[in-house]
């Protein structure tokens, strides 16, 4: 199971997230990325810690005054992008345009999607992964593998369908060992989570609990 913790733009220090994910990471041989925001990803680099975008723009390189271009997330440490997040929506050709983008950049990406039915059409577009989170259950208590676990399967089932080489996440409440383990087992490859880490007094005690669950 992979774990990634987007930052969004929370008040948390970026670098405490990193260095507390990078250390948990190399403790349990578990894979955590941290997606800070784009102007932190190159000191989030830094620390070591396997970091992603939160999103990059459909353009290549040109007059695209404040596009996020994939090319310079790269090139700043990033190793993959999130694409289309709930609160980042993009047009479908954007979302394409934008997996087209990091594919040049060599990104890995995960493109989110609302449900199963946009889990079909995001694997159709063919990024590494799609991530099924239900704008309802983001920032809440409740993980969606606990609350939906039937959004899971099927947007699992909607991804084999189409490309069984789309790994499929799971997010939105994630915050435990127990919902990371509960959302394996409904055949996610990885979680998606917020909350759970960037408002948390103790992050690397929120992440220690998460990797028990993988
Ligand atoms: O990108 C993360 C998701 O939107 C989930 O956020 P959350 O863990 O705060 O519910």
Redesign the pocket.
């Known amino acids: 199971m992979f774990i ?1 913790v ?1 930052l ?1 733009a929370y008040p948390c220090d970026p670098i405490e997230v990193a260095t507390a994910a990078r250390d948990v990471a190399e403790a349990s041989g578990a894979r955590i990325a941290v ?1 800070p925001q784009a102007a932190d990803v190159a000191r989030v680099a830094d620390t070591g810690v396997e970091t992603w975008g939160q999103h990059v723009s459909p353009n290549a390189h040109g007059s695209h005054t404040g596009s996020t271009l994939a090319e310079a997330v790269a090139d700043n440490g990033a190793e993959g992008t ?1 694409i289309n ?3 980042n929506r993009l047009k479908l050709a954007d979302v394409d345009g934008s997996v087209r983008a990091a594919e040049r950049a060599d990104l890995e990406t995960i493109v ?1 999607a609302n449900n199963p039915a946009q889990v079909g059409a995001a694997a159709a577009l063919g990024p590494d992964a799609v ?1 099924v ?1 239900p704008p309802e ?4 208590d409740v993980s969606v593998a606990t609350a939906d676990p039937g959004i899971v399967e099927d947007a699992v089932a909607a991804a084999e369908a189409v490309d069984p080489a789309v790994d499929v996440f799971c ?5 435990t060992g127990e919902d990371v383990s509960t959302a394996g087992e409904l055949g996610a490859a990885g979680v ?5 880490v ?1 408002k948390a007094d103790d992050p690397e005690a929120v992440l220690e609990d998460l990797v028990s669950g993988i």
């Open positions: 990634l987007n969004k997606s999130l997040h709930s609160e989110c991530a989170e259950l983001i920032g809440g997010g939105a409440g994630v915050s998606l989570l917020a909350s759970g960037a």
